[in-house]
């Protein structure tokens, strides 16, 4: 008979973290698919502001509800917006207040936030993949360490930008560690750049980039498995 109180193995632990970022993109691919149908009724003309009225209502209806959510929004590629080379549609939560993110986005000015340059963007549109960037301090916009999930919308076959959501790192972390600390062996959670996302043991300490991605057989780790999320991330377990 199976001993119930095994202690979970890394494919176990990557299935509980892997949940949270699958949550995030069910909001993500509903936000997706009203920014394709947007671009589909305007008939293939650039678009304006008023015609993307349904994806600010619901990332104005979704914000306020998870409570790891301190950003949502979508961000365009050149020339899908109307004399906008760039154009950024996204709402950031501090404590109870809601509000458009404003950004300066004129590529004329050196202080431009360039967002086709940040890795959330950048990822999701060049690997055509969901992308899980962070954590890292969002100084263009909460000032809070922050993890950003992303994925490309595209609409017959074309890339027209990004839709994302901003995550507490503190809220995400102490869900996800409270997965690891399910385990006796001392284990981490490494995103696809290597560093380390959080841990249950002193032996890692976060943002630390490792030398290499964690594979069994691989310095201490004996049991790795890839978060079923699509970021790339994994979780390793490693010997005492």
Not at 41 to 52: I, M, N
Not at 57 to 79: H, M
Not at 116 to 121: I, V, Y
């Amino acid at each position: 008979m199976a001993d119930s109180q095994a202690t979970p193995n890394a494919e176990d632990l990557a299935g509980s973290i892997g949940a949270l970022v699958n949550g995030v993109c069910v909001h993500l691919d509903h936000l997706a698919r009203l920014v394709q149908a947007s671009l589909r009724a305007a008939g293939g003309r650039p678009l304006r502001e008023g015609d993307l009225t349904s994806v600010r209502d619901e990332i104005v209806s979704t914000l306020p509800g998870p409570q790891d959510y301190i950003g949502l929004g979508f961000a365009a590629a050149p020339e899908v917006m109307l004399d906008e080379p760039l154009y950024l549609l996204w709402w950031q939560r501090r404590g109870d207040q809601m509000g458009r993110l404003r950004l300066n986005l004129d590529p004329r000015h050196v202080d431009v936030y360039d967002y086709q340059t940040m890795d959330w963007f950048r990822l999701a549109r060049d690997e055509n993949r969901r992308v899980a960037f962070g954590p890292y301090v969002d100084y263009s916009g909460s000032d809070e360490v922050t993890i950003t999930v992303s994925l490309p919308v595209i609409v017959d076959g074309a890339f027209v930008g990004v839709v994302g959501a901003d995550l507490a790192y503190a809220e995400v972390e102490r869900r996800w560690i409270e997965v690891l600390r399910s385990s006796a062996v001392d284990g981490v959670l490494v995103n696809s750049e290597r560093r380390v996302v959080t841990t249950n043991s002193t032996r890692w300490v976060v943002s630390q980039r490792l030398p290499e991605l964690p594979a069994v057989g691989s310095g201490p780790f004996t049991d790795v498995a890839m978060v079923p999320d699509g970021t790339g991330w994994v979780v390793a377990l490693a010997n005492s």
